[in-house]
C-alpha cells in the first residue's frame, strides 16, 4: 500500500478504512468481523482508521480501541466529534462549544484506550459557536497533547479559512464520488489553496456504485439508507441507470464498479485519501486493490461522460441543513 500526505506531514496508507458500518447504519454487523477486518487491514497496509464518537453511538470507538490494542503503533487513529447523541441513540444536536470539544476528546481517548489522537475533526460546524473558539479548544488539546493533528468535516470554505487562521487544518473530510462531486466546486479549490489534505468519505455513493443494490428491498429493514433520497422511487431507478454504465466501463477494465469507483477518486489527486467502509475482510481486500488500478486519460473521459457532476438523483441527505456549515 503506498502512501499520501494530508496537510503538510500527516502521512497515511492511499485508502483508509471506514468503521462506521462497523457499529451502525448499515444494517447488522458482527464484532468479531469487525475486528477480523481491521486487522487485516492494518495487514494489508491500509493504517487510516476512520471512526466518531456519534458512531453507535459511542460502541465503535470502544470496538476500533479493542481491535488496535495491540498494534496502536500501527495505526493512524482519525476519531470526530460535535454530533450530540443520548445513550438512547437519539439526536441531541451539534455543539462547537470549548468544554463540550474538551470533554469529548477526553471520552473518546477512554473508549478508544489510547493516549492521543492521531486526527481530531469536528463532524459537523455549529452554526452557534464561532469556529474560533472551537478550532481553539482543539488547538488546546494539540498543545496538551492529547491530539496530534486537526481536522473539519462538512465545512464551508470560508469557515475552513477562519479556522485555518487559528490552528493549521491537516484534512477536511467531505463526501466525494462518482455521484458526489460538489467539492470540485469550492471545497477542493480551497483545501488545495490552503495546504489542507482531502479525505473522502463514502466513495462508493454508501455502496450504491458497487452495483450490488438492485431494489430499495436489497436493503436490511434497519438500514438507514432507505431514509435517503437516492435510493428511493424515482430516484433510486436513475441512479441505477448510471451504475449500469459504470458497471460497464468496470467490465472492461476487468476490475468491479467498486473498485472503479475507488480508483477514480484516487485519480482526482495525490492529496485526496478515500475510506470506503467495510464490514468484512472480503470486501476490504476488493476496496484496498483498486489504489494498484491505473486509469488512462481514455478511461476518466468515458467515466466523466457517463457520471458527470451532478448526475445523481436527489440529496445526499434526507436534510442538508447540518452540512456545509
Not at 24 to 31: K, L, V
Not at 100 to 122: E, F, N, T, W
Not at 285 to 309: F, G
Request: charged share 25%; proline share 4%; net charge negative.
Amino acid at each position: 500500500m503506498k502512501n499520501r500526505t494530508l496537510g503538510q506531514s500527516l502521512s497515511v496508507s492511499a485508502i483508509g478504512l471506514g468503521c462506521m458500518g462497523m457499529s451502525e447504519f448499515y444494517g447488522s454487523h458482527d464484532d468479531a468481523q469487525s475486528i477480523a477486518t481491521i486487522h487485516r487491514a492494518l495487514d494489508l497496509g491500509c493504517n487510516f482508521l476512520d471512526t466518531a464518537d456519534m458512531y453507535g453511538p459511542f460502541t465503535n470507538e470502544k470496538l476500533v480501541g479493542r481491535a488496535i490494542r495491540e498494534r496502536r503503533d500501527e495505526v493512524v487513529l482519525a476519531t470526530k466529534f460535535g454530533n450530540m447523541r443520548g445513550e438512547d441513540g437519539a439526536f441531541l444536536g451539534i455543539s462547537g462549544k470549548a468544554d463540550y470539544v474538551r470533554k469529548s476528546c477526553d471520552a473518546s481517548l477512554q473508549r478508544l484506550g489510547v493516549d492521543h489522537i492521531d486526527l481530531y475533526y469536528q463532524h459537523r460546524v455549529d452554526r452557534t459557536t464561532p469556529i474560533e473558539e472551537t478550532i481553539g479548544a482543539m488547538a488546546d488539546l494539540v498543545r496538551a497533547g492529547k491530539v496530534r493533528h486537526l481536522g473539519m468535516s462538512e465545512a464551508a470554505p470560508q469557515t475552513i479559512r477562519r479556522a485555518h487562521t487559528i490552528h493549521p487544518i491537516t484534512a477536511l473530510q467531505t463526501e466525494y464520488s462518482l455521484w458526489s462531486r460538489d467539492p470540485e466546486d469550492e471545497i477542493l479549490p480551497t483545501v488545495r489553496e490552503l495546504g489542507i489534505g482531502f479525505v473522502a468519505y463514502s466513495p462508493i455513493g454508501r455502496g450504491f456504485l458497487s452495483g450490488r443494490f438492485k431494489t430499495i428491498d436489497d436493503l436490511e429493514p434497519a438500514d438507514y439508507r432507505r431514509q435517503s433520497p437516492r435510493f428511493q422511487g424515482e430516484n433510486f431507478e436513475r441512479n441505477l441507470d448510471v451504475v449500469c454504465r459504470i458497471e460497464e466501463i468496470a467490465k472492461s477494465k476487468g476490475v468491479t464498479p467498486a473498485q472503479l469507483a475507488i480508483a477514480w477518486v484516487l485519480a482526482q489527486g495525490d492529496d485526496i485519501v478515500p475510506i470506503p467502509g467495510s464490514k468484512s475482510i472480503g470486501h476490504l481486500e476488493e476496496n484496498i486493490a483498486a489504489a494498484d488500478i491505473e486509469l488512462t486519460a481514455d478511461d476518466l473521459a468515458r467515466i466523466d461522460e457517463v457520471a458527470p457532476k451532478g448526475v445523481a438523483a436527489g440529496d445526499r441527505y434526507p436534510s442538508m441543513a447540518h452540512v456545509n456549515g
